[in-house]
């Protein structure tokens, strides 16, 4: 394998379709692709009660273990495996399980706040921000929620309104401004066949090494009506 590991994130909001697209990009290489989800590093919260787990403000950057998400991130890129960490997003907690992950060509970081911490960011080859409509991602995240872990529909409601919303405004929103690409109405299938092709060729290892925005924004154009934010 190429060392060291070619880093793609994926951030955007709750609901906008990082994880599909995630799954997409990566689906016809399998295990050739690391997937490094930082739900993952959600903080340990064991030492609290359940009552007082649910009262925690997830979307907020202090909710992740930034040090480790580096530590372990800098060493899957480097050729070494990890062993990941485990959450249990029904009791909000992590769990004892840990599972060693292999490093590998490519690795894709995807998370809410995946482009939040500068450290992260700087090991990333390719950055990107799946940008979907509020009302889109507010159902989705209700479905997630009340069908796949197992919350009632007023306490996943009130939580949106009290944290998920403002600080997708406040934490969430802005690192667009550190995207290479924004990739609009979330699996966009132009932007995915695209990146699956870039992913493919990192793999094969004929794909030149510095990706240049340029390069996919050209061949998006119109079809796609980019946002070209400036790097700050």
């Known amino acids: 394998m190429a060392i060291p590991s070619f880093v793609i994130g994926i951030a955007g909001g709750t609901g906008a ?3 599909t697209i995630a799954e997409q990009i990566t689906e016809k290489v399998g295990d050739e692709v690391t997937r490094f989800p930082l739900d993952n590093y959600y903080r340990d919260l064991s030492h ?7 009262d925690v403000n997830y979307d907020h950057p202090s909710a992740f273990e930034w040090d480790l998400v580096r530590n372990h991130l800098s060493t899957l890129s480097a050729g070494q495996p990890i062993e990941m960490p485990q959450y249990d997003f029904t009791e909000h907690t992590r769990t004892d ?3 060693q992950v292999e490093p590998t ?3 894709v970081v995807e998370g809410i706040l995946a482009l939040h911490d500068d450290d992260v960011v700087d090991m990333m080859d390719l950055r990107l921000y ?3 409509d509020a009302d889109v991602r507010i159902l989705r995240r209700i479905r997630r929620d009340v069908l796949d872990r197992d919350r009632d529909l007023e306490g996943v409601m009130d939580q ?3 944290t998920v919303k403002p600080m997708h405004e406040q934490f969430i929103a802005p690192t667009k401004r550190k ?8 699996a966009n299938s132009v932007a995915v066949n695209l990146l699956e092709e870039k992913v493919q060729a990192e793999i094969r290892g004929d794909a030149v090494r510095r990706w240049e925005r340029s390069e996919l924004e050209r061949k998006l154009g ?3 009506d980019l946002d070209r934010p400036e790097r700050g």
């Open 17 to 19: 379709g990082k994880t």
């Open 48 to 54: 609290l009660d359940y009552e007082e787990r649910k």
């Open 97 to 99: 399980e840990r599972v």
């Open 105 to 107: 060509d490519v690795i």
């Open 130 to 132: 799946v940008e979907t």
């Open 160 to 162: 949106y309104l009290s």
């Open 179 to 186: 995207a290479d690409v924004i990739i609009p109405e979330g």
């Open 222 to 224: 119109d079809e796609l």
